[in-house]
């Protein structure tokens, strides 16, 4: 079918490349925040959301708080608790 022009296959795409970004060189310097959302205690409890402050320097977790939900209000109150620490 190629041959007689019926059919054309499709052309195959190259992933795309992404640049690895180099870590911070001192503690502090960034602070990732996320949350993740998981049966954290199977069957014992809820499903809740744990949000967690990663150091990007060294991979520390640095701040760790379950909550119900992760929520705008969830993260200003792990934050505000973490720069009271």
Not at 7 to 13: F, L, S, T
Not at 22 to 46: C, K, V
Request: net charge positive; proline share 6%; hydrophobic share 40%.
């Amino acid at each position: 079918m190629t041959q007689e022009g019926l059919w054309n296959p499709k052309q195959r795409q190259l992933p795309a490349v992404h640049q690895i970004r180099p870590r911070r060189s001192q503690f502090g310097e960034l602070i990732q925040i996320d949350g993740s959302y998981h049966r954290w205690f199977e069957e014992r409890a809820p499903m809740c959301t744990l949000i967690v402050f990663i150091d990007d320097a060294t991979s520390r977790l640095i701040y760790l708080q379950f909550v119900p939900s992760e929520s705008t209000q969830a993260y200003m109150q792990a934050l505000k608790a973490h720069l009271a620490a």
